[in-house]
């Protein structure tokens, strides 16, 4: 591993974020909250380590897939980490363990808080989580590949490392350009959706806040009712569909805004995400009419669309408290949240591809059981999958399994009960939100141990960077061909390990 050149990406990246850290203050101005000295000075620092890091380390041009993982994930801790200065600055939350938490869930658009009301915070602070979740959406990463052609020397391995799914679709030569292409698509989609809710009356603060929390499918809201707050049909209906399209290939949504419109179905993956979320719809609004929680079919379809699309796509906005639904609607929702939404999509969960591919691989074993010399190969769409990937979705699903039932296991060994520890690991791990019991829809995660809030930071991170990532940056062997960074100031050694 090239460590200077890392270094010197890392700080060109904490720079970048640094001028977005700026962002908050306009807003601190105007409702006079008190927050822009914060924000000012968190940029700061961010700016100072970042150009310390530049200064220091000499770049490199030769960048691998190895440097590619590094990038990633000290990337996104030191953005955690700087993200969280404002809260901490401010003494907006009791601990630095509640800031980085709360920062972290906002990058990786987790969207759980350890607020028990939000609206404690000022207006400027609740912007800057929205940032965050809006910034995390598409990646920092692809955004510094987008717009700052510096960081174009090993694009494809950062692309690579940080994009989310097993896929990663290409739709131009340069990867700064399908960077460009996908940042454009995302920004002209928030947009359309801010213009939307302030047609159903939100205001341009909520409406620019929730956009961002929409369009990222991190669930952040400016208000703890979340979207409930508005009591609006309307409201609810644009922010389904935008809950929607975020949990698409967001290469689906250029090929059809380039003419090609029979994309959309042509898709295995996106056919099987409308069946799934039309499926868990229909059962939801079945089983609370039957039981009934509501007295009316458009009530119960009303609200059991919203949490299905919220939940399947890792949004994690709310309408009604799901806690209060019959176990059934339950763990459909939580089976939700182990699929999320599709790849290439700024949704979490374990993607829908993989879920197709791994129950054709199934289908395909048992065919062989019964026909044990017939021939048979996993096609998505009209091509084969190639074996290696078969084999990374199925080691995917043993590191997922492996992970979750570790975290598990060390929340529940702090004394928090099993259906708390383990939907919170669960929502975490998705990037979700909201889980069962102690962490559902009407509560928070602030009464959790401080430990935890580690873990659960953890696994945000891991989930956010499809847990490979992770698992790579964290093992020996990893760290065993790290050479030395070059500095400045001192001429590379000779021989020095690549």
């Not at 908050?24 to 006079?32: A, R, T, V």
């Not at 609370?288 to 949490?307: A, H, P, V, W």
Request: aromatic content about 12%; glycine content about 10%.
């Amino acid at each position: 591993m090239r460590t200077g050149g890392v270094l010197n990406i890392m700080g060109k990246l904490l720079i970048l974020l640094s001028l977005f850290l700026l962002l908050p203050i306009p807003f601190s101005f105007y409702f006079d909250d008190g927050m822009a000295f914060y924000f000012l000075l968190s940029s700061l620092v961010g700016a100072g380590l970042g150009g310390l890091l530049v200064f220091c380390c000499l770049p490199e041009q030769d960048l691998g897939y190895r440097d590619g993982f590094a990038v990633v994930v000290l990337s996104w801790l030191c953005l955690a980490l700087l993200g969280a200065l404002p809260y901490y600055f401010s003494g907006q939350m009791a601990t630095f363990a509640d800031c980085f938490f709360e920062s972290m869930s906002g990058f990786t658009t987790t969207g759980s808080t350890i607020l028990a009301k939000v609206e404690v915070l000022p207006p400027s602070a609740l912007f800057w989580r929205a940032t965050t979740h809006w910034l995390g959406g598409m990646g920092i990463i692809v955004l510094s590949l987008a717009i700052l052609p510096l960081l174009g020397v090993g694009g494809m391995q950062l692309f690579h490392a940080e994009m989310p799914g097993p896929t990663k679709d290409r739709l131009a030569p340069r990867i700064q350009d399908t960077a460009r292409i996908l940042w454009a698509v995302y920004l002209l989609f928030t947009l359309i959706q801010t213009l939307l809710l302030i047609l159903g009356g939100l205001t341009f603060f909520d409406a620019l806040c929730h956009a961002f929390a929409t369009l990222a499918t991190g669930g952040f809201s400016t208000h703890s009712a979340s979207i409930a707050q508005f009591d609006s049909v309307y409201v609810e209906a644009v922010t389904i569909l935008f809950m929607f399209l975020a949990g698409v290939n967001f290469t689906l949504h250029h090929r059809l805004l380039t003419g090609r419109i029979s994309s959309f179905w042509d898709n295995e993956e996106f056919r099987l995400y409308t069946k799934v979320i039309g499926f868990a719809t229909v059962m939801i609004v079945a089983a609370n009419l039957y039981y009934g929680i509501y007295d009316s079919f458009g009530q119960s379809l009303r609200t059991g669309l919203f949490q299905v699309v919220s939940i399947q796509t890792t949004t994690g906005f709310g309408t009604a408290d799901f806690e209060l639904w019959p176990p059934v609607c339950k763990f459909l929702l939580v089976s939700l949240m182990l699929i999320g939404g599709c790849a290439g999509s700024t949704g979490g969960g374990i993607k829908v591809v993989r879920v197709l591919l791994f129950f054709k691989y199934a289908r395909l074993q048992l065919r062989h059981l019964i026909h044990p010399r017939a021939v048979g190969a996993i096609k998505l769409g009209r091509l084969k999958v190639p074996q290696d990937v078969m084999i990374s979705i199925l080691g995917f699903f043993g590191l997922y399994i492996a992970v979750m039932l570790i975290a598990t296991l060390v929340i529940t060994a702090m004394g928090v009960d099993i259906v708390t520890g383990t939907t919170a690991v669960i929502a975490t791990l998705n990037n979700i939100g909201p889980g069962l019991n102690l962490v559902g829809p009407a509560t928070h995660f602030g009464h959790l141990p401080q430990a935890a809030k580690w873990v659960l930071s953890f696994c945000m991170l891991a989930g956010r960077l499809e847990l490979y990532t992770v698992a790579v940056f964290l093992s020996p062997d990893f760290w065993s061909l790290a050479r030395r960074p070059v500095w400045r100031w001192r001429p590379a050694p000779s021989g020095a390990r690549r």
